[in-house]
């Protein structure tokens, strides 16, 4: 890429923006150069008079950027880059026409990461402009942020496959040694055990995978919320592995359960969504709930 790419960095934050410039500046993906703002309406007044290849925000309220951005600055094409925190991500929402990506702000602190996922927008910016692949850039973007959050998925429950699975080998091991030891050391089994118990059945785990699904299936789980009500957060776990076309042996190990019990809980959700007895579970969840429409 040997054109020089232009970029408007929006920032509140000095430290932030300093990292963010010095991360940018070492990079080798392109040929760059760079405006800084430190006011929205600094932000706003350089973008509407130049023409910059990407627009980075970075500030404490990107929602309240992102609200206003479109209205003053009529680019539809112009790609945005939301460097986001932790709570932002989960709530972070744009104008249908706008083209956003979204990044962790911890990435600032790995210039590789960072100029990484900037080379990747400049490229498929270069894809949308070769006839026949796709109409548009924003296209593009859709096309590439589905892909991405697939493959996160996809990637994030076979690692959380993996770790449970070695959770349970670990307390079966245990399990195996129990009866040998002295009751000090049996108390201290215990221990472990209990701890492989929480790990194992750990919120976070849930939350961020609740993350991912939702961005591949958005308002899948309001929509199913609000339909059933009686659906407890178990059953909602059960409908997104469902979703997603999972075995019961796939179900089986996330949730560190037996066959019986999956077989049971899949039955009590059919009563709960008065599903006829011919009506196969996985099937309605993912036809009648495509694309997260009733």
């Not at 150069?33 to 500030?59: G, Q, W, Y």
């Not at 600032?108 to 692949?133: D, P, Q, T, V, Y």
């Not at 670990?170 to 030891?181: E, N, S, T």
Request: glycine content about 2%.
């Amino acid at each position: 890429m040997t054109a020089e790419k232009f970029i408007v960095i929006g920032c509140d934050d000095t430290l932030n923006l300093s990292v963010i410039l010095n991360a940018i500046k070492g990079t080798t993906f392109f040929h760059h150069h760079i405006v800084s703002a430190t006011r929205s309406s600094d932000l706003m007044e350089i973008v509407k008079s130049l023409n910059p290849d990407l627009v980075i925000l970075c500030f404490r309220n990107n929602q309240l950027i992102l609200n206003n951005f479109n209205s003053f600055v009529r680019k539809p094409e112009l790609p945005l880059l939301c460097l986001t925190r932790d709570f932002e991500i989960r709530t972070l929402c744009w104008p249908q026409n706008s083209i956003v990506f979204t990044c962790p702000l911890e990435y600032i602190n790995n210039s590789e990461l960072l100029n990484s996922r900037i080379n990747s927008i400049f490229l498929l910016r270069a894809e949308s402009s070769k006839e026949g692949l796709v109409n548009t850039f924003a296209d593009a973007a859709i096309q590439h942020n589905q892909s991405n959050n697939i493959r996160n998925l996809s990637r994030y429950v076979m690692e959380l496959d993996q770790k449970i699975e070695v959770l349970l080998k670990i307390k079966d091991r245990i399990a195996d040694l129990y009866p040998r030891v002295d009751d000090p050391v049996r108390a201290e089994l215990i221990s472990i055990v209990n701890g492989i118990k929480i790990s194992a059945n750990d919120n976070k785990l849930w939350d961020d995978f609740k993350l991912y699904f939702e961005q591949t299936n958005p308002d899948f789980l309001f929509s199913l919320a609000q339909r059933y009500p009686v659906l407890t957060p178990i059953d909602l776990k059960y409908c997104c592995y469902l979703k997603m076309n999972m075995s019961n042996d796939d179900i089986r190990n996330l949730l560190g359960i037996n066959q019986e019990s999956v077989r049971t809980h899949k039955y009590r959700l059919k009563k709960k969504m008065a599903l006829s007895k011919e009506q196969d579970l996985r099937t309605y969840l993912r036809t009648a709930y495509q694309n997260s429409v009733l």
